[in-house]
């Protein structure tokens, strides 16, 4: 198969999926429908759209039923949609009301019980469902895709492989221009430009760029303010090849560390280590969670990590599994997830390291390899 390479990885030239791997997640789907107690589903995200059909244009209603399958959009993606998802569903090119179209054209005739997730299906879907089909039950399935698409195949993998591979390529060449003087809004440019050059679709996400006490904000979108000697610099960002993102956190200093980020630097460090070498499958991700968390409380920082320790990542940059305290979930074999601590100390900064691993039976991979040892520049 010819070959292609992204920042210094080969992959297939053709990362989409063959026509069998969409027909295979769609009856996956349907087989869930009886213990649903739905008859039908409603899908107009669109992560689960171009996981169950390969369509990646920004309008779309797929109505799948036990034996068809039909992809409504609009005059905008006729050609895009036959192409590409014409071998997985019937697709109906419409004007006006997606919804309106499709009960007009009887899509959902005799439909009893319709499944729909309520975390992605808006207040005006909702009612526009329950105007046009009064005599239909709506059933909520929460995640329902979401759940299969957690555990990721070959295809899958090859993506956010390549996707990583970006990022840290995108990080070497970044950091000889973490010097003081250079703007936060500059570097993430960089970012951006750098993933773009080396192949990604775009960013997962606007990168962060958060420098010196705005490093202590978890969340800082990059601003004006100049990197200053002494400081922490956190950047998390991340690309996407082929729908599929990555997410990468480093921490660096430009110029002497504060002693005690310096020494916190080495507590996140520990607690990340711990979190992914007990990654395999079978670990309930609040174990995991609380492998790190316990390590960064035992040094009296518990306060200081106030998110998550991680999440899953895909055709979404935070999807199933959840890595959280109170997470119910269990790690599986083909699940790739983030493991990434912090400790924010307000007015002096902060440190997050942030992986993307691959759970597997009794272990895991890391998909990114940039050094998470203390960087002074
Ligand atoms: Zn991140
Ligand atoms: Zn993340």
Request: net charge positive; glycine share 10%.
């Amino acid at each position: 198969m010819a070959a292609r390479r992204i920042a210094g990885m080969q992959v297939p030239e053709r990362l989409r999926p063959a026509t069998k791997v969409f027909r295979d997640r769609v009856a996956r789907v349907r087989s869930s429908f009886r213990r649903h107690g739905i008859s039908a589903l409603l899908v107009v995200d669109a992560a689960p759209l171009r996981y169950l059909t390969g369509f990646t244009g920004s309008n779309g209603l797929l109505i799948l039923r036990s034996s068809t399958a039909r992809l409504y959009t609009d005059g905008r993606y006729q050609e895009q949609a036959r192409h590409e998802a014409g071998r997985v569903a019937a697709v109906h090119v419409v004007a006006g009301g997606l919804f309106e179209a499709a009960v007009r054209e009887g899509g959902l005739r005799y439909c009893r019980v319709l499944g729909y997730d309520d975390r992605t299906f808006s207040n005006r879907h909702y009612k526009e469902v329950r105007r046009l089909l009064p005599s239909t039950r709506l059933v909520a399935v929460p995640g329902l895709v979401e759940q299969l698409a957690a555990v990721k195949d070959r295809a899958e993998l090859t993506s956010l492989a390549a996707a990583a591979a970006i990022s840290d390529r995108v990080f070497r060449e970044i950091l000889p221009l973490l010097r003081p003087g250079v703007r936060e809004r500059d570097v993430a440019l960089e970012i951006s430009y750098r993933q773009g050059k080396l192949g990604a679709e775009r960013d997962s996400f606007e990168p962060i760029v958060a420098s010196g006490p705005r490093s202590a904000m978890p969340h800082a979108k990059a601003s004006d303010r100049p990197i200053a000697r002494g400081d922490a610099v956190l950047m998390d960002f991340g690309c996407v090849v082929e729908g599929y993102g990555s997410d990468i956190t480093r921490t660096v200093f430009v110029g002497r560390p504060h002693p005690e980020l310096k020494r916190l630097y080495g507590l996140v460090l520990e607690a990340q280590a711990r979190a992914r070498d007990a990654v395999q499958a079978g670990v309930p991700g609040r174990v995991l969670d609380a492998l790190a968390r316990g390590v960064i409380a035992r040094a009296g920082y518990e306060k200081y990590f106030p998110h998550s320790l991680g999440h899953g990542i895909g055709l979404n940059v935070h999807e199933l599994p959840r890595i959280a305290p109170a997470s119910r979930d269990l790690l599986t074999a083909g699940n790739v997830i983030t493991i990434e601590p912090g400790v924010y100390l307000p007015g002096v900064g902060g440190i997050r390291i942030e992986d993307d691993v691959v759970v597997q039976e009794g272990g895991s991979t890391l998909l990114t390899h940039s050094s998470r040892d203390l960087i002074q520049l």
